[in-house]
């Protein structure tokens, strides 16, 4: 692969609020990227900067080679698919996805037989003649994603495409959204604050956090080897203690952390006494949550279902929690921040 997409110290000031700190990365051809963090963290302004719907404070972007800093968003190459799916409510599902064609004037035979082409690509044959308003929530978003994508744009944006679908139906498109991109080798950028999309969906996410990278990375190395104790409690969930509770006596000093599923609870004996005060029924496993005198909140771990009955797990059960020390994530102190 080679470098597609390339920030060179990009930032963005509003006046006087500084909501993108000057960043540096470089995005791979065909690449899914996905932009992760919490509302407010820069990464919607770091999408609408790469579409040109916001100009740079400072810094440079540069796509297929050439600088599209100052380029309005018509002079570039991309596509893009909000969340609010803007389609023409006036025009047919097809009519919909035409439009950017028929702005090219193309010859009608040859929109017609793309549309349809489009329109098997999304499953959406049988509903080539309704409007919008006659189509589900899904649907909607579903021929949004084949109006960006029919013109063979170099870069698809999604800025937060799933966000106000309901649960299964955002699993579903998730999945159809990732086999189109594999299938057109299009090189995405995904904005979301949702970690389970991002961690199922992209190649690499990039983690941001008050308008800088946490860290960018495989979805593996981020899970598993967080950068900072902001990216782990963030993605996936993460149990922090004392350096001297989890390892006593070896003068480990800051922030430990540690994964719910790589905790180990026993009735014989281990490292900390905990008491049980909650079990939550999770599918495949129980998460506990486990109480110690020296934390201000519970501990939580996954229990997987063969281990349960053995453990006899209740509220006030007292038991033993074993801390493998391979699984501790080190945290040193995070400095304050005020942007």
Known sequence: MSAYLQ???????????TAVNPLSLSIEAGEFVCFLGPSGCGKTTMLRMIAGLETPSSGSI???GQDVT????????????FQSYALFPNLTVAENIAIGLRQQKLPSRTIAARVDEWLTLVHLEAAKAKYPAQLSGGQQQRVALARALILSPGLLLLDEPLSALDAKVRVHLRDEIKRLQRRLGITTIMVTHDQEEALTMADRILVMNAGRIEQFGTPEEIYR???SRFVANFVGQMNFLPGQLACPGEGIGGELGIRPEALRLSSLGGQLPVEVSDCAFQGNHVRVACHHAALAEPLQVNVPLREVAALDLAPGRRLHLEIPRDQLHHFRPEPTCHA
């Open 62 to 64: 540069r796509q297929g």
């Open 70 to 81: 100052l380029l309005p968003p018509e002079a570039r190459d991309f596509g893009i698919v």
């Open 7 to 17: 920030l060179e110290h990009i930032s963005k000031h509003f006046d006087g609020f």
């Open 225 to 227: 080897a967080p950068a």
